[in-house]
DNA sequence: ATTCTGTTTAACCGTTTGGTTAAATATAGC
DNA sequence: GCTATATTTAACCAAACGGTTAAACAGAAT
């Protein structure tokens, strides 16, 4: 029924490097399939034409930063603690699927007019747990009163532009330590963002 | 000698349009045209091909920021100074050039490998200004220990997602404040990010 | 008015690209 | 072996795209 078989994952795998590297309208069909090992033919028969294969890619990335967010969530009780562990989620995640932060940043430069229809939903409720977190700790009186959108994009971009910068910082500046681990991403960014949100300071 | 006269500033502006929407491959050169209301073949005859197209119009987007980051440097004496007017400089250039964000993230999620090589000068004093501004104020005893590589993305990664994603994030998050000045934007920043660095906190 | 030069355009061209298709190949059940 | 079904491929195609070119046009100088 089923002469050899071709897993799925290596499609998107393949998909996933070529959309990364080139964008969507840089990204050649071919040149994913030959990733893939398999004929151009072969996409359209598993998975389907472009844009669905850049669809399964982003929702398929889109995923690990939803499940690194909700295991953040549940795995803290205080604010400060929430704050920590969706850092360190994001940075760990950014650090396993380099590709996402790539294509993210993307789907930002181009306002998002790309992005899956179903993933904007994923979207949404990451940026309101965030904010709900900010508005937690203020109300709960551990955090100053920042605000709730510069902490969004300071923890997000941040952690973004440094793991796709991996390779490229050394090489422009040679002072720079050079590639970084998540966890001494999750270290410096929540030394400096703690310090900047928390009324008392934290006590480690 | 010259019949009519056409600015050429013109044709960049459409340029950088198209390809902050678009990016270098997903940009078409007729589109430019037709943006700049003249016939493509113009294009070739003022300017160049696209991919020179492309290079004057990064090449005079990080002008702008380079001139904004050396106004704060020579504007500035401390450490924290410093840091506030770079943050600023950067802020209102974001503002009033709203494509370069684009173009810059879209450049580092392709490893820069587009970026132009007369360029690449630029975005080097840019990081290595950032970083001795920061082991000035470490040295001066203002800031904390904090690492500089951290606090450069932090700067420029959330200021550019900030100000790219002004239109998307309300639509996004009914809580979201909407499209932010550069000055909100450069206050909320500064707030975090001073709070974070300083070792007694800021006076004000 | 004619010439000369810088400017603008319409039409064209070769290549690349996403996508299709018909044929070939392999496997399982009979 | 034969048939049915799932898989894989080579070859092909129309459309889109970047780039060119030859001709038209406009104004200044003579």
Do not use: C, W
Request: net charge negative.
């Amino acid at each position: 029924m089923s002469p050899k078989k071709m897993d799925e994952q290596v499609i998107l795998d393949a998909a996933a490097g070529e959309f990364a590297q080139k964008g969507f309208d840089g990204a050649r069909v071919d040149a994913i399939a030959k990733r893939a090992g398999i004929n151009k033919a072969m996409l359209y028969y598993r998975v389907g034409d472009k844009e669905e294969l850049y669809r399964r890619v982003v929702l398929r990335g889109q995923m690990g930063f939803q499940n690194a967010i909700m295991k953040a969530m549940e795995s803290s009780i205080t604010a400060p603690e929430t704050m920590a562990n969706i850092l360190a989620g994001i940075a760990e995640n950014a650090a396993e699927n380099r590709l996402i932060p790539s294509i993210m940043l993307r789907e930002l430069a181009g306002n998002a007019k790309t992005f899956p229809e179903q993933g904007r939903e994923g979207l949404k409720s990451f940026l309101s747990t965030v904010r709900s977190m900010v508005t937690m700790g203020i109300e709960e009186g551990t955090f100053r009163d920042i605000d709730p959108t510069a902490l969004q994009f300071m923890v997000t971009g941040a952690i973004f532009t440094l793991s796709l910068t991996r390779e490229m910082r050394q090489e422009l500046n040679p002072d720079d330590p050079g590639p970084l681990s998540a966890e001494q991403i999750t270290e410096s960014i929540k030394d400096i963002l703690l310090h900047g949100i928390l009324k008392e300071g934290p006590e480690q």
